[in-house]
């Protein structure tokens, strides 16, 4: 019966923003939420494998995107080509090797760790990755229910201010794309004042994210919380999970 459906949203124990409301039943026809997000080692491996340059893999907005911005990989990376680790910086650690991928944080630029949760990827990149990798995204609510009961991990750090590696059953770290459209829940009402000048205006061209990151404050992350960015985002703390 309708009854038995999964719920999705806020079920108002506690704060919440109006685009996180009503509570409602949603259909799930059933599969699998990997239990870990993708990681910087994951990735070399869809890059290796020429997953920037092979355009069946790519929404045709995300392949444009790529030629446009000349993407070859996750934002703010740089490959230190003769760069002898001059691009250590800050509290960011060991110097990079010759030839080594290394990314720009918030603590400065250092190496990638192939452990961590890849970040600063687009919902383009995000999809042509799960495509790669015969996978897909989870909708929201596959995220949502999927995810109940999970750590919250909430590891705000202002000496690192970057994800820690990516650890299974877990959220948080980067926000997660995921497969639906920034649209309201059924019954949906904007509310009075800021939240409601907020969420409600930009339910158009935008795709959710799930979870929360490296720079939530504690506290703040939930099942339930939807953010939202253009498909082509890449500046947010922003990564994935695969479905299938």
Not at 21 to 50: C, L, N, S, Y
Not at 78 to 101: K, L, M, Y
Not at 208 to 222: C, D, K, N
Request: proline letters at 7%.
């Amino acid at each position: 019966s309708h009854d038995d459906l999964p719920s999705g949203g806020s079920s108002y124990d506690g704060f919440s923003y109006d685009n996180e409301r009503p509570r409602h039943r949603v259909w799930i026809p059933g599969g699998q939420v990997a239990t870990r997000q993708v990681t910087v080692a994951d990735w070399k491996e869809f890059m290796a494998d020429g997953g920037y340059a092979r355009p069946e893999l790519w929404l045709s907005d995300g392949w444009a995107a790529v030629q446009d911005e000349g993407w070859d990989a996750p934002g703010y990376w740089r490959r230190e080509d003769g760069a002898g680790g001059s691009a250590s910086a800050g509290t960011a650690g060991a110097p990079a090797a010759d030839g080594e991928w290394t990314t720009f944080t918030l603590s400065g630029r250092r190496p990638v760790v192939d452990a961590e949760p890849v970040c600063h990827v687009s919902f383009y990149e995000a999809d042509a990755y799960a495509r790669w990798a015969g996978a897909r995204l989870p909708t929201e609510f596959e995220w949502e229910v999927a995810t109940a009961g999970w750590e919250i991990r909430d590891e705000l750090d202002p000496d690192r201010c970057h994800p820690q590696p990516a650890t299974d059953r877990t959220i948080g770290g980067v926000w997660e794309w995921t497969a639906s459209a920034y649209l309201p829940y059924p019954g949906f009402v904007t509310e009075e004042g800021a939240a409601g000048e907020y969420n409600g205006k930009f339910m158009s061209d935008q795709h959710v994210l799930r979870g929360g990151s490296a720079l939530t404050p504690a506290g703040h992350t939930r099942p339930t919380y939807r953010n939202f960015f253009p498909a082509s985002s890449r500046w947010a703390a922003t990564g994935l999970r695969l479905a299938r």
